[in-house]
Each structure stands twice: as C-alpha cells, then as structure tokens.
C-alpha cells in the first residue's frame, strides 16, 4: 500500500509518497476526510458524518451523497487500487468509514508524539525536538473547518499543545543560555497570546537575563494591565514573585553551570565559525569530532550525528586528499553495540569510502589512519555474511595495528570493529566476552568512559547468552552508573531491555510480556531504527515459543527486518501449510548477528512443524554450537529458550522412528 502523508496543522491536505499534493475535490471531500482523520482511526457512522457534514439540515440523498464522496476519496488516494477491490486506507466497518492512516503519517500525530517525548528529554535534547515539532505546523490546526462544531474540540486541543510547546522550548533555550533567542520568540507569543501567565513570566526572565532589567520589569506591569483590564483577573503569584525577584536580583535568576557553559558554547562556536571558515580541511575534520560527540546524545542527535557525517566524508573525498579523507573517516570511532545498522545504504557508503581511501593513501601514511579506515570497514560492515571474511580480515589487521602502536584509543575501536565480526557461527558468546573484557580494561585504565559503557554492554550480552543473570547484573548497574556520570543517555535503552530479557527468562510470561512492552517505550526517539523496528513484536513471539505458547500475531504488524524468518511460522498458525512450504523453500539463512541463534530457532520449529528434513539438518548443523546457551539471548533483549530444546526437538523430528 502507498505510504499517504496527512496534515491537519494548517489547512487539511494530502501528499502522495513522492511529496507531490493529491487533490482532495471540493470542500465536502475534504470536510469527510478531516472528520476521519479527527476520529484517530476509529469508526465516523454514516449518520455522524451526514449529520456533521450538514449540520443538523441534511438533503434527502444525503446518505449517497457521503458515499460519493468516500469513494472519490479512495480514487484520490490509492488510484492504483484494482476496481472492485477493498481499500486498505479508507475502510468501510459496520456503519461507517475509518481511515486507517498511521499515526506516525499524521502531521498532528507526529505533533503530539515529538512533544510528549521531549518532556522527558534533558534541554539540550528536548528544545531541537520541540523546534522540529512546531515546524510541523502550517497554519491553524483544520484551518479550512474554523467554524465547524465537529473540529472545534480538536482545533482548540492541538492548539493548547502548540501554545504549551512554545513555552516548553522557551524554557528550555533559557535553561541553555540562549536567553536571547527565548526572549524572540516568546515576544511574539505573548502578544498574540496574553492571558499566557506562564510565558509572561518566562518572557520576563529572558530579558533580565538579557540584562535588560527594567525591560522585564515592564513587560510585567503590561502583562498585570492586560490581565486586569481585558481579562478581568488578577495576576497569579508567580508573575508577582518574579517581579520582586528581579527587583532584588535574586541568585535564583542568574544562569546556573549548565547555563554558563552554553554561553561558553555559544561564544567559542561563533569565533570558531568566523575565524575558521577559509579553512575548508580544518572545518571537516572540526565537523567530524564534533558529529562523534553528537552521536552518543541520542534521538535526533544521533540521527543528525549519521547525516552529516556522511557529507562530511563525501566533502573531504571531493577535495581529493586521501589522508585527510582517512582523517575525517578515521576520527568518528563512536562505539557501537547492536550488530544491524541503522541506514545500511549508508553504511555501505561509508564503506566503500573507507575502501577506496586505504588504495589511495601513500606508503608512508600514517599506520594510525590506515587501521582506523579498517577498523570503520569492520565496524559499518555489520551484520552482512557475504563480506564477513573480508571485514573480519580488517578487524584483525586494525587490532595488530593497535597493539603494535600501543594507541589505546585506536585499540578499544578496532576491537570494537572485531566484536562486530564474531559471528561467522552461531555459540562465539565466550569469544565475545573476551573482547569485551579487554575493551573494559583499556578503556578503564585510558579513561576512555564510552568505551568503557560499550565493554560492559559486551559482558552483560555474553553473560545473557549462558543465563548469568548475576554477573549480568554487575554489568548493567556499572554501565548505567558510567552512563549517568558522563550523560550517555542511551545506555538505558540497553539495560532497559536487558532487565525485561531477564524477567521474560524468570518470571511467568504475562510478567515479561509487560516487561517487554514497558521496555519497548524507551526506544521512542532513541534514534536507533535499526534496533526498533520490529524488535518488540519479535521478542514477544520469542516469549511465547519459550513458555510453549501458541504463536499468535496480529496481522496488521510491522516484523520491520524479522519478517523472512517469522512468517512461515504464522503462516502455519493461520493453518496456511502450502505458503508456508513455498515461502521456506526461499528463505535465506538469518545474517550473522546477535539474533543468529533466536532466528534459526524460529526456521527449526517451522521446519519440523512440516517435516522439512534438508531445512532441520541445517539447522541442527547450526545450532549445535550453542548448545549451552539460550537462543538469541546473546543480544541482551530478548530469547526464544534454551538451544538444547530446539536441538531436542530436530533431533526428535529427524530421528528414524519420526519419518
């Protein structure tokens, strides 16, 4: 189905998967798209809609008429749905319509998660997303419906959350040091707005902190008219306890450290930009540390950190300087702990860049460069088999290289590239753990605190796979530990999952399958599409072969890269036997990873369930390896039970009496 865009901040439209506007017809079109819409996915009855749509004075086709309606909605859009076939967007159940557009295809939606989500998010993370968020809007919310009964709850709803978002960014600008720009925007806010207590208040402290005192002190006096004379209230005792404050400049008001070191920030940053920027190779490699740093803040730090990082490296290529190119590559040695990359096309760019740059470098480039180029081939090439041998190749000569040197930077980075390469065969959990070990300890003794985080994440995930939930334990509390003293906010996305992966193993399975959907929320705006997608819907049908449940699902769920491996079983659940043959017939052998273990588990108990003898020897042949380890839990989230079950159960299946 054709991915639709919808927005409701501004006038109701509609966008088609190239970004091109779809024509919505006239008025009365829209007017139904926009009630459906409102209803979130819920059922709009035919009578609401006539009802709504003429406002209590219908025509007597009035029904027809809403039906004529719908269906040239449904031409709009999906015109490549075959006449005569059910739409999948625009539905028809029971007595009326529901569009069935997912949230996160919803501008207003997208709205309302962004803002949710920063409530929770430091200020530095949370004043990006609030400023994202609100440029989402294009107008007032269902401008073309201003005096519509039926949209005036929801308009005056999304306008709230607007005007609380607003505020929210203003305060945490100020929370940053950027009284300034707090004070621009809430300028324009108050005015439009003035029985806005909040705002007047933040509006006030931006300019004292400004230093322009008697400013806020005026805005106050016209904010205690305005609410006097046109609202008929008095001001709330916050406005007054500023306004004395001010007055005595109160500690409270001035900028605190955090405040302080944003406007060192802002300070250093506007020099660097304006002394530096002749320098175009100074500037890449600057942008390149710094998209490192960014990395590790998360959500759409991380996203942003990937983005420019490839430009930068793409910028440095064109000016054809291959050792400043390996510089620019070679700096961003972010640690990286879940083995499917997040933008696989990008990963291979980066690859291939990394490749190309080892041919160009003279003989007498820096050994130092040269290893953290393979080190980058090792690390970006993750998850992919088919290149296994020659990433694992340059995992091995990265570390050479770096114990030769005695660089124990370089070294914590291209073990890290080598831990992504330990899984050429399933039950290398020890061989990791051994990594991980020597990550701990150089990094510990280098103070080098992300690489230290990512060693113990490599400790808990091995001790995961042979259910040491006690060692895994010390290893999760001391990362959450680190990750709390150097603000490394991701960490808890791991742990997280990790105590949900334990209670799943422990607990009855209606505990864990709380446990996991609990965990499940710490992913949101994580910036870690590569783990999210489809990983909790595949965690809880690992939990249900685990306790020996029925595999059930529902059918509308997005298996996001799990979807080869999981569906021939839900094809046999839905009693589907002969698709489920076909499609074993092609699926292909699970990537090595840290789910290769809980894949090939879910292959084994498909292919046993229809008697496919060649698919269960293979996949006894590899299994076996980890017969002492529990399948999957080798990633620290999730596990379909113990590997000795499965190879239990193949070996039932396949023995002479079975055929």
Same mark, same amino acid.
Not at 121 to 129: E, K, S
Not at 205 to 227: I, N
């Given at each position: 189905?054709?991915?639709?865009?919808?927005?409701?901040?501004?006038?109701?439209?509609?966008?088609?998967?190239?970004?091109?506007?779809?024509?919505?017809?006239?008025?009365?079109?829209?007017?139904?798209?926009?009630?459906?819409?409102?209803?979130?996915?819920?059922?709009?009855?035919?009578?609401?809609?006539?009802?709504?749509?003429?406002?209590?004075?219908?025509?007597?086709?009035?029904?027809?008429?809403?039906?004529?309606?719908?269906?040239?909605?449904?031409?709009?859009?999906?015109?490549?749905?075959?006449?005569?076939?059910?739409?999948?967007?625009?539905?028809?159940?029971?007595?009326?319509?529901?569009?069935?557009?997912?949230?996160?295809?919803?501008?207003?939606?997208?709205?309302?998660?962004?803002?949710?989500?920063?409530?929770?998010?430091?200020?530095?993370?949370?004043?990006?997303?609030?400023?994202?968020?609100?440029?989402?809007?294009?107008?007032?919310?269902?401008?073309?419906?201003?005096?519509?009964?039926?949209?005036?709850?929801?308009?005056?709803?999304?306008?709230?959350?607007?005007?609380?978002?607003?505020?929210?960014?203003?305060?945490?600008?100020?929370?940053?040091?950027?009284?300034?720009?707090?004070?621009?925007?809430?300028?324009?806010?108050?005015?439009?707005?003035?029985?806005?207590?909040?705002?007047?208040?933040?509006?006030?402290?931006?300019?004292?902190?400004?230093?322009?005192?008697?400013?806020?002190?005026?805005?106050?006096?016209?904010?205690?008219?305005?609410?006097?004379?046109?609202?008929?209230?008095?001001?709330?005792?916050?406005?007054?306890?500023?306004?004395?404050?001010?007055?005595?400049?109160?500690?409270?008001?001035?900028?605190?450290?955090?405040?302080?070191?944003?406007?060192?920030?802002?300070?250093?940053?506007?020099?660097?930009?304006?002394?530096?920027?002749?320098?175009?190779?100074?500037?890449?490699?600057?942008?390149?540390?710094?998209?490192?740093?960014?990395?590790?803040?998360?959500?759409?730090?991380?996203?942003? #950190?990937? !983005?420019?990082?490839?430009? $930068? +490296? *793409?910028? /440095?290529?064109? =000016?054809? %300087?291959?050792? @400043?190119?390996?510089?620019?590559?070679?700096?961003?040695?972010?640690?990286?702990?879940?083995?499917?990359?997040?933008?696989?096309?990008?990963?291979?760019?980066?690859?291939?860049?990394?490749?190309?740059?080892?041919?160009?470098?003279?003989?007498?480039?820096?050994?130092?460069?040269?290893?953290?180029?393979?080190?980058?081939?090792?690390?970006?090439?993750?998850?992919?088999?088919?290149?296994?041998?020659? #990433?694992? !190749?340059?995992?091995?000569? $990265? +570390? *050479?290289? /770096?114990?030769? =040197?005695? %660089?124990?930077? @370089?070294?914590?980075?291209?073990?890290?590239?080598?831990?992504?390469?330990?899984?050429?065969?399933?039950?290398?959990?020890?061989?990791?753990?051994?990594?991980?070990?020597?990550?701990?300890?150089?990094?510990?003794?280098?103070?080098?605190?992300?690489?230290?985080?990512?060693?113990?994440?490599?400790?808990?995930?091995?001790?995961?796979?042979?259910?040491?939930?006690?060692?895994?334990?010390?290893?999760? #509390?001391?990362?959450?530990?680190?990750?709390?003293?150097?603000?490394?906010?991701?960490?808890?996305?791991?742990?997280?999952?990790?105590?949900?992966?334990?209670?799943?193993?422990?607990?009855?399975?209606?505990?864990?399958?709380?446990?996991?959907?609990?965990?499940?929320?710490?992913?949101?705006?994580?910036?870690?599409?590569?783990?999210?997608?489809?990983?909790?819907?595949?965690?809880?049908?690992?939990?249900?072969?685990?306790?020996?449940?029925?595999?059930?699902?529902?059918?509308?769920?997005?298996?996001?890269?799990?979807?080869?491996?999981?569906?021939?079983?839900?094809?046999?659940?839905?009693?589907?036997?002969?698709?489920?043959?076909?499609?074993?017939?092609?699926?292909?052998?699970?990537?090595?990873?840290?789910?290769?273990?809980?894949?090939?588990?879910?292959?084994?108990?498909?292919?046993?369930?229809?008697?496919?003898?060649?698919?269960?020897?293979?996949?006894?042949?590899?299994?076996?390896?980890?017969?002492?380890?529990?399948?999957?839990?080798?990633?620290?989230?999730?596990?379909?039970?113990?590997?000795?079950?499965?190879?239990?159960?193949?070996?039932?299946?396949?023995?002479?009496?079975?055929?």
């Amino acid at each position: 189905m054709p991915v639709i865009e919808f927005g409701v901040l501004g006038s109701v439209a509609a966008w088609d998967e190239t970004g091109e506007p779809i024509a919505l017809r006239g008025p009365r079109h829209r007017a139904v798209l926009a009630r459906l819409l409102i209803a979130r996915r819920g059922v709009v009855p035919v009578g609401r809609l006539v009802e709504d749509l003429w406002a209590g004075d219908p025509p007597a086709d009035a029904v027809g008429t809403v039906r004529t309606f719908v269906a040239g909605l449904r031409r709009a859009l999906e015109p490549e749905r075959p006449r005569r076939t059910p739409s999948r967007l625009l539905v028809t159940e029971g007595p009326g319509y529901a569009l069935r557009a997912e949230p996160a295809h919803v501008d207003a939606r997208r709205f309302e998660h962004a803002v949710a989500a920063a409530a929770d998010l430091p200020p530095a993370q949370a004043v990006p997303r609030l400023t994202e968020a609100l440029e989402l809007w294009r107008g007032p919310a269902y401008a073309d419906f201003a005096e519509e009964r039926w949209a005036r709850a929801e308009r005056s709803r999304l306008t709230e959350l607007r005007l609380t978002a607003v505020e929210r960014r203003a305060d945490g600008r100020l929370a940053l040091g950027a009284a300034a720009d707090a004070a621009a925007d809430l300028d324009a806010h108050v005015a439009e707005h003035p029985w806005r207590e909040d705002a007047w208040q933040l509006l006030a402290l931006a300019l004292y902190r400004c230093g322009r005192q008697a400013d806020a002190l005026s805005v106050l006096r016209r904010a205690r008219q305005l609410l006097r004379e046109h609202l008929g209230v008095e001001p709330g005792p916050r406005l007054s306890r500023t306004e004395q404050d001010i007055l005595r400049h109160a500690d409270h008001l001035d900028p605190g450290p955090s405040d302080a070191a944003a406007h060192v920030w802002a300070q250093a940053s506007a020099s660097y930009a304006s002394m530096v920027a002749p320098r175009a190779r100074t500037r890449l490699e600057s942008t390149a540390g710094l998209m490192r740093d960014l990395a590790v803040t998360g959500g759409g730090g991380l996203e942003a #950190a990937r !983005r420019h990082r490839v430009a $930068a +490296v *793409a910028a /440095a290529e064109q =000016l054809g %300087d291959p050792e @400043l190119t390996a510089r620019v590559i070679g700096v961003y040695d972010v640690p990286a702990v879940w083995t499917r990359s997040d933008d696989p096309a990008q990963a291979d760019r980066l690859v291939g860049a990394a490749e190309r740059t080892l041919l160009l470098l003279p003989p007498g480039a820096s050994e130092a460069a040269r290893a953290r180029l393979l080190a980058t081939v090792a690390v970006e090439s993750r998850g992919t088999l088919p290149e296994g041998t020659r #990433a694992l !190749r340059a995992a091995h000569q $990265a +570390v *050479a290289s /770096a114990r030769r =040197l005695e %660089d124990a930077n @370089l070294l914590v980075f291209a073990l890290n590239g080598l831990f992504m390469q330990t899984f050429e065969r399933a039950g290398l959990a020890a061989r990791r753990a051994g990594i991980g070990a020597e990550i701990t300890e150089a990094a510990a003794r280098h103070g080098l605190f992300t690489y230290e985080v990512l060693g113990h994440l490599i400790r808990l995930q091995a001790h995961c796979a042979t259910a040491d939930f006690t060692a895994a334990d010390r290893h999760a #509390a001391t990362a959450d530990a680190l990750a709390e003293r150097h603000e490394l906010p991701l960490v808890a996305v791991f742990t997280t999952w990790y105590r949900a992966l334990r209670t799943a193993t422990t607990e009855p399975p209606q505990l864990g399958e709380s446990a996991y959907r609990a965990a499940a929320k710490s992913l949101e705006g994580a910036g870690m599409p590569g783990l999210e997608r489809g990983l909790l819907p595949l965690a809880l049908l690992c939990l249900r072969l685990h306790h020996g449940l029925p595999v059930t699902a529902d059918p509308h769920t997005d298996w996001g890269p799990y979807e080869p491996w999981v569906r021939p079983l839900l094809l046999l659940a839905e009693g589907r036997d002969q698709d489920a043959v076909r499609l074993l017939a092609s699926v292909p052998s699970p990537p090595g990873d840290l789910l290769y273990e809980a894949l090939w588990s879910l292959l084994a108990r498909a292919a046993i369930q229809l008697d496919d003898r060649p698919l269960m020897r293979r996949a006894q042949r590899a299994l076996e390896p980890a017969r002492g380890e529990l399948a999957g839990a080798a990633s620290g989230l999730l596990t379909a039970g113990p590997v000795a079950d499965h190879l239990d159960a193949l070996a039932a299946a396949l023995a002479p009496h079975a055929s």
